[in-house]
């Protein structure tokens, strides 16, 4: 059996049936294969979630009873190579369905063969998409319809085709603690680099070491908040990380700004303990507690120079790195997140000190979760204004007081921040 074939299937099941978050699942993968397979897997795995409602779409013109379980992911794979990769179509037709020996259904086997073979002769032709254009866009790029509307109402058609079509590349980025020993370590490894927009940051293909204080894997976007954080704070003033877990921006802000007093904060136990172990690795000192921070903390009241709200989010803007929250997010999650993300705010807004800066931030591109709730805030909040976002290396978003970052505009993630200054 083809053994990259196996490995994918195994993973996406993973993802499919016991909702494992796809990044997890694949490094975990990556992590036991033979290096020759890394490359097909990678595509195989995102390439099938990120193309799941296409494939789906294809799938229905082929069969008279829609499939489920795993006939559909097999179908899935085998469609996916079919119509996105330019491998050998008997080679494809073959091993998805020895791959489809493992439901030891021999109706199954018989099915998907059959279907692929008849996809398999259509595979050149153009597909008729649906004709409403809310749907075109939902079937064509693999985007959940009720998404594609909230985009549309919140950019206007042009703007959210540009989101849902844009495919952007899962880049891994290696942030460098001392920047001048990046050359060195990238040349001990062995691993190739492309720049940043930032100086201590490279895009990287390779593997560098998980446990080295030098050098550590974070998102642009995530550079972006913790440096807009850090020259928010003054030199040894005191930051408050509220959602903190699994500690990237605060062990950066620290980094950043070693006299700072950091304190790093998250609901959940086991995720104190990532930024702990985190920080112990990056070997920088942080406080951390464990707290719901919609809740008010009286001891905290005023006591902070920058407060970052890094809230929980539907992730709308990671899909590069995680496109299965395409498949499981719901357009009834994100009203339960705006009423969380309001209170982390309207609660973490009584830490900041008069002068001081509340830092919101999400990786979504949803207004609801963004300036909806930034201008609700403000509204409410006559003590706020807003003040600047510091980050001269993207000047789109420079000395804006709020900006969101679209993939397709930017190259990176989508993320938003506002930068809210309290005036009194
Ligand atoms: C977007 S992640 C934060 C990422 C983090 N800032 C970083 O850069 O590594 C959001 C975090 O908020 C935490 N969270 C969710 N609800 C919370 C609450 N009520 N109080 C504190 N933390 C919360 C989650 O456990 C999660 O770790």
Redesign the pocket.
């Known amino acids: 059996m083809n053994d990259a074939f196996l490995k994918s299937y195994q993973t996406l099941r993973e993802v499919y049936v016991n909702g494992a978050f796809s990044s997890i699942a694949l490094n975990k993968t990556l992590y036991n294969c033979k290096n020759r397979d890394r490359a097909l897997i990678t595509k195989l795995v995102y390439g099938v979630l990120d193309n799941d409602i296409r494939l789906s779409y294809i799938i229905s013109k082929y069969v008279r009873k829609f499939p489920k379980g795993d006939a559909l992911l097999f179908l899935k794979i085998g469609v996916y190579c079919l119509t996105d990769l330019s491998l050998p179509v008997y080679a494809v037709v073959n091993d998805v369905a020895e791959l489809s020996k493992l439901s030891g259904d021999r109706h199954i086997v018989g099915f998907v063969n059959a279907t692929l073979k008849a996809v398999s002769q259509n595979a050149k032709q153009p597909v008729e998409y649906p004709t409403d254009p809310d749907e075109y866009l939902s079937v064509r790029y693999s985007y959940p319809v009720w998404a594609v509307k909230k985009l549309v109402k919140d950019y206007g058609r042009d703007t959210a085709a540009a989101i849902v079509s844009h495919s952007a590349e899962n880049k891994a980025v290696a942030r460098f603690v001392y920047p001048t020993t990046a050359e060195q370590i990238l040349q001990r490894y062995g691993i190739h680099a492309e720049n940043t927009c930032f100086d201590d940051a490279y895009f990287v293909k390779g593997s560098l070491p998980s446990d080295s204080a030098d050098c550590t894997f974070q998102s642009l976007s ?1 550079i972006a908040i913790a440096r807009i954080c850090a020259r928010s704070t003054p030199q040894s003033g005191t930051f408050l ?9 605060s062990v950066y802000v620290k980094q950043l700004k070693p006299d700072l007093q950091v304190t790093s ?4 136990p086991h ?1 104190v303990a990532l930024i702990e172990s985190y920080a112990h690795r990056m070997k920088v000192e942080i406080e951390t507690v464990c ?4 809740v008010f903390y009286a001891e905290w009241q005023r006591s902070f120079d920058t407060v970052l709200c ?4 539907s992730g709308f803007g990671v899909l590069d790195n995680r496109p299965d929250i395409k498949l499981f997010r719901e357009n009834k999650d994100i009203s339960e997140l705006m009423k ?1 993300q309001y209170s ?1 705010l309207n609660n973490c807004a009584e830490y900041v000190k008069v002068g001081g800066n509340l830092i919101y931030s999400t ?1 979504t591109i949803f207004d609801n979760e963004n300036g909806q709730n930034v201008r609700k805030f403000l509204k409410e909040h006559p003590d706020f204004t807003y003040g600047e976002i510091l980050l001269p290396e993207i000047s789109s978003a420079d000395r804006r007081g709020f900006y969101q970052f679209l993939p397709h505009k930017e190259g990176m993630q989508g993320f938003f921040v506002a930068v809210l200054k309290k005036i009194r």
Do not use: E, N, T, Y
């Open positions: 995530s990380d509220c959602c903190a877990a699994p500690g990237g921006k904060c998250d609901i959940h995720r707290r719901d921070m919609s890094d809230v929980p989010c969380l982390i990786c």
